[in-house]
């Protein structure tokens, strides 16, 4: 579905991302994986088209077989959330602060369907029902009326509102306490395995794709260090930067281990 060859990132004469590849079929989960700085950001801006302009991509990134490295601006916004879609770590600047979360939501499917008003609405109460909010109470909502977790929900509602073929999603969960985190995490899986929605997941912290990720992508100062099936390089990681990022992961005592598998049957 998504398939990168051979991308560089550059600013000047200074190569911020090495030739990269990535493949990103339906229905997969990604992980972006590595230290701060590493270029994991640099490449999800560059497939929506979002780099700064002083920096230059260069290479080929293919979605469904369309090219879309040299789109202008006006095609890349008519991509962006119908075929792209994004949620940052930054969830208060997804919003406006003082335009209500459903007026926000409306605008996105008013730009980019014909949809009449009461269809945008029942589309906006869907996907708030959908990311486990109460709908009408949110959809009426002003930004700062919600807490850090129901605003990413919400950023996520928006992200699906035009049902895009890939979720880029960089470190959404980092700005949360850990319980809304994993809560998001199960949310965006539960999503996944209902639409076949693609996730590229970019994280600096590998424990939180150890369950979700099919593929891991590990780099590191701009250069891809190692990728496959992510249960092959959490168990028998090759390249000394995954081996020490996976040893950053800290390890429960065996009968805690235990502990949390029974819970987690349980619930
Ligand atoms: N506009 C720019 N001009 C010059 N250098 C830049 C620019 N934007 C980013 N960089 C540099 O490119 C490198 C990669 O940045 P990037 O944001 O992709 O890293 P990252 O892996 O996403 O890090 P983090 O986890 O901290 O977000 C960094 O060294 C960063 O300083």
């Given at each position: 579905?998504?398939?990168?060859?051979?991308?560089?990132?550059?600013?000047?004469?200074?190569?911020?991302?090495?030739?990269?590849?990535?493949?990103?079929?339906?229905?997969?989960?990604?992980?972006?994986?590595?230290?701060?700085?590493?270029?994991?950001?640099?490449?999800?801006?560059?497939?929506?088209?979002?780099?700064?302009?002083?920096?230059?991509?260069?290479?080929?990134?293919?979605?469904?077989?369309?090219?879309?490295?040299?789109?202008?601006?006006?095609?890349?916004?008519?991509?962006?959330?119908?075929?792209?879609?994004?949620?940052?770590?930054?969830?208060?600047?997804?919003?406006?602060?003082?335009?209500?979360?459903?007026?926000?939501?409306d605008?996105?499917i008013?730009?980019?369907?014909?949809l009449?008003r009461?269809q945008r609405q029942?589309s906006?109460?869907?996907?708030?029902?959908?990311?486990?909010?109460?709908?009408?109470?949110?959809?009426?909502?002003?930004?700062?009326?919600?807490?850090?977790?129901?605003?990413?929900?919400?950023?996520?509602?928006?992200?699906?509102?035009?049902?895009?073929?890939?979720?880029?999603?960089?470190?959404?969960?980092?700005?949360?306490?850990?319980?809304?985190?994993?809560?998001?995490?199960?949310?965006?899986?539960?999503?996944?395995?209902?639409?076949?929605?693609?996730?590229?997941?970019?994280?600096?912290?590998?424990?939180?794709?150890?369950?979700?990720?099919?593929?891991?992508?590990?780099?590191?100062?701009?250069?891809?260090?190692?990728?496959?099936?992510?249960?092959?390089?959490?168990?028998?990681?090759?390249?000394?930067?995954?081996?020490?990022?996976?040893?950053?992961?800290?390890?429960?005592?065996?009968?805690?281990?235990?502990?949390?598998?029974?819970?987690?049957?349980?619930?």
């Open positions: 579905m998504l398939s990168i060859r051979g991308l560089t990132v550059h600013h000047q004469l200074q190569t911020l991302v090495h030739p990269l590849d990535l493949q990103l079929h339906r229905g997969e989960w990604l992980a972006l994986a590595g230290e701060s700085g590493s270029g994991k950001t640099l490449t999800s801006l560059a497939i929506g088209g979002l780099l700064s302009a002083d920096l230059h991509a260069h290479g080929s990134i293919q979605l469904e077989g369309k090219e879309l490295l040299h789109l202008s601006e006006p095609e890349f916004r008519h991509i962006r959330g119908r075929e792209i879609a994004y949620v940052f770590q930054d969830y208060q600047s997804a919003f406006t602060p003082f335009i209500t979360i459903g007026k926000q939501m605008e996105m008013r730009a980019h369907t014909s009449s009461q029942h906006c109460l869907a996907h708030l029902e959908q990311v486990e909010l109460p709908a009408k109470p949110v959809y009426n909502s002003y930004p700062f009326e919600l807490s850090g977790g129901q605003l990413q929900r919400a950023a996520i509602a928006t992200a699906l509102l035009l049902s895009p073929k890939v979720l880029i999603a960089d470190e959404p969960t980092t700005a949360l306490d850990s319980l809304t985190s994993r809560s998001i995490i199960q949310l965006i899986q539960r999503i996944q395995q209902e639409t076949g929605i693609a996730i590229l997941w970019i994280t600096h912290d590998l424990r939180q794709v150890q369950r979700t990720a099919d593929t891991l992508l590990i780099m590191k100062s701009g250069q891809v260090v190692e990728s496959g099936k992510s249960h092959s390089i959490f168990f028998h990681p090759t390249h000394p930067y995954t081996v020490q990022l996976l040893s950053s992961i800290p390890k429960l005592p065996s009968r805690y281990r235990l502990e949390l598998q029974n819970k987690q049957v349980n619930t």
